[in-house]
């Protein structure tokens, strides 16, 4: 989640905009909302929508009135109305699509008591900001080192310091109620700011510090998930996963968001399947529900005794059973149902006539290993024969120097068998 102009140094440290989650062009922060009204022209006399929405840290994002009915657009880094002083922010979102997000977050568009804007942030504005910004690391951890001396069941996990540099607001999480009073005396005396404490939970907390999911991508939350809906342990055993909460439990501790994204499909598909508890009823015995594929609408039932032996029918069989069974005219067994056409086999691997992408690399060659057996007698002379052939002036000359060394060796008589001496 960075802008084009992020990427590493030599060093391996980063570069880019260094604006810590502020840059212009919106790409360090949740997906934004895509303005698809902006070169649509409003209705003659018909006057633009005078709220727009303005983000903060983590991406945290409020609205607020444009009573001076200053020329804004998105990116724009404005000055807010907080209690006490002003906040700064950039502006997300304008025009007519602000109104369709306030009454998406349940808020009315046109309530009197909506927060202002004061002005376009000049560069002083700008510059308190960023040094107030710059400060957040070191206090988070002077933070972090107050709650532990005061042994405080709790986990600070994000400091956010108001534009004006005149408030910051602690987030933190705990899992049960606690007395920060003495706490907030501490901050206010160490950092000389006004402090507000914010418990957030634990979903919250992975969201603004962000992460890397089990699945190899950035956490849906700190990416483009805004609102928390509860997941339950049902949501797993509608869709066949094992219970284990080290598998279905997220960065947060708390069960994945993701468990709810295809729960609906799953819901869908088991409006067709018996309950899995209802046993069938044949003339042969009674049968138990052993196993069930969803996306397959298939079944396996085990007669009661024999349950190592599962028998495969689908949703339709299993249905014509059960009303059979309510005529009373059971059927004779499950047997009748199975299905023996074999299946076809879909292999995918090369069906685009795609070949491998290594089909033109050269294949590697083994070593030839040298062995130090002398070679026979008549494999040298056959070596020496063809060096005569390729270059016979050499070769007369390597024979007059060696001398004998190169001479044919003497046949041996072979011992005659029996019926030769007859």
Known sequence: MGCSSCASKSDGLPK???????????????????????????????????????????GRKEFFRNTDKLTLSIGDIVAT????????????????LVKVQMRKKKEDPYKPDLAKIYRKANQKDIDIWQKAREREDAVKVRAREIAIRLN???????????????????YYTAEDRVDFRQLIKEFAYEFK??????????RQEAARLGGIGSCGRELCCSTWLTDFRTVKTAAARYQQLSLNPLKLAGQ?????????????????????????????????????????????????YAYEGEYNNWIEIDTKAVQEIIKAEKEGKPV???????????????????????????????????????SNKKKPASQKSRGQKNQK???????????????????KPKKQNKPKSNNEKQ
């Open 193 to 202: 700011i006004r402090i507000e404490m914010k418990q957030i939970g634990f």
């Open 252 to 300: 947060c501790g708390k069960l994945k968001c993701c468990l709810n994204y295809e729960l609906d499909s799953y819901l869908d598909a088991l409006k067709d399947f018996p309950r899995q508890d209802k046993k069938l009823v044949t003339k042969k015995g009674e049968a138990v529900c052993q196993k069930i594929d969803i996306f397959k609408f298939k079944l396996w």
């Open 389 to 407: 052939k390729s270059n016979p002036q050499k070769s007369n000359k390597d024979n007059k120097s060696q001398g004998s060394r190169h001479r």
């Open 16 to 58: 880019g905009c260094k604006s810590n989650g502020n840059c212009g062009v919106d790409s360090c922060n949740k997906l934004t909302v895509f303005d698809w009204l902006s070169d649509v022209e409003l209705p003659a006399g018909s006057e633009p929508f005078d709220a727009v929405e303005v983000r903060f840290k983590n």
């Open 81 to 96: 109305e907080t209690s006490p002083g002003h906040d700064i922010g950039i502006v997300t979102l304008t025009g007519e």
């Open 332 to 370: 004779a067994s499950l047997e009748e149902f199975v299905d023996d056409t074999p299946e076809i086999s879909t292999n995918f691997e090369n069906s685009v006539d795609q070949d491998s992408l290594t089909r033109f690399d050269k294949p590697k060659r083994r070593p030839k290993k040298r």
């Open 152 to 170: 405080l069941k709790m986990k600070i996990s994000d400091v956010e310091f108001q534009g004006d540099a005149s408030k910051a607001i602690f």
